[in-house]
């Protein structure tokens, strides 16, 4: 089975724009979880989705957003960018909901200047 | 609101050696999972072991094992026979079945030859 995806890998933004980014599950995995990896702030959960409905949702301001689409894969969004957004942005899948053992993707590195 | 707790963050070994990283965790939940998972550098990050609350028996996987003190919160993981590829940094994390995952703020590890 493949394991999860994540696009794309790198990317740097300048401060103001909006960044997209793509988390492919592992097949069958209906739950995706987003997390926010910093040196500073360690991993901070974003959100958390099973089925196209948001499950969970972190401490962060409305500027990110999420999506889930039929076929469990999802999208954030982080928009109006501040150079405090650079960060290891990594994504989770797993079966179901509640304790389920979660499956990282190798993160997307996104660089705000 | 539920917490964990990595006191050390950062440690060394002597390959072949024993090595014990600590955690603590505040919860008033009684059904919960916890577990250790572990990123090398520049690689995604893994699942070591996990603990199921209601169990007793302590989890092992291969040379890694856990002390899982429920009265005490506290769930450390035991590294036997250490090796080389052990290197990494090693994150605990706590999930009840009503809320979202929470990561310590992660042990860095050193193998040393």
């Known amino acids: 089975k493949a394991g999860v995806t994540q696009t794309p890998r790198y990317l740097i933004k300048t401060r103001g724009q909006q960044v997209t980014l793509s988390c492919s599950p592992i097949?069958?995995?209906?739950?995706v979880s987003w997390y926010q990896q910093t040196p500073g702030q360690g991993l901070q959960f974003l959100f958390e989705y099973f089925s196209e409905t948001q499950r969970n949702k972190g401490n962060f301001p409305g500027r990110f957003s999420g999506r889930q689409f039929s076929n469990s894969r999802s999208e954030m969004n982080v928009s109006t960018l501040e150079l405090g957004d650079s960060a290891l942005y990594l994504c989770a899948s797993s079966w179901g909901l509640a304790m389920e053992t979660q499956y990282f993707g190798p993160g997307t590195r996104l660089l705000v200047l | 609101a539920q917490t964990v707790t990595q006191s050390q963050p950062e440690m060394s070994v002597q390959e072949a050696e024993t090595v014990t990283l600590s955690c603590t965790y505040d919860?008033?939940?009684?059904?919960?999972?916890l577990f250790w998972y572990k990123q090398p550098p520049s690689r995604q990050m893994i699942l070591v072991i996990r603990q199921e609350a209601y169990k007793q028996q302590n989890a092992t996987e291969n040379r890694f094992s856990v002390n899982f003190q429920k009265a005490a919160k506290s769930f450390s993981l035991k590294i036997s026979d250490s090796q080389l590829g052990d290197a990494a940094m090693y994150f605990c994390?706590?999930?009840?079945?009503?809320?979202?995952?929470?990561f310590g703020k992660g042990t860095r590890l050193h193998i040393l030859p």
């Open positions: 994390a706590y999930r009840s079945a009503v809320d979202k995952i929470i």
């Open positions: 919860t008033s939940e009684s059904d919960y999972y």
């Open positions: 097949s069958g995995h209906r739950s």
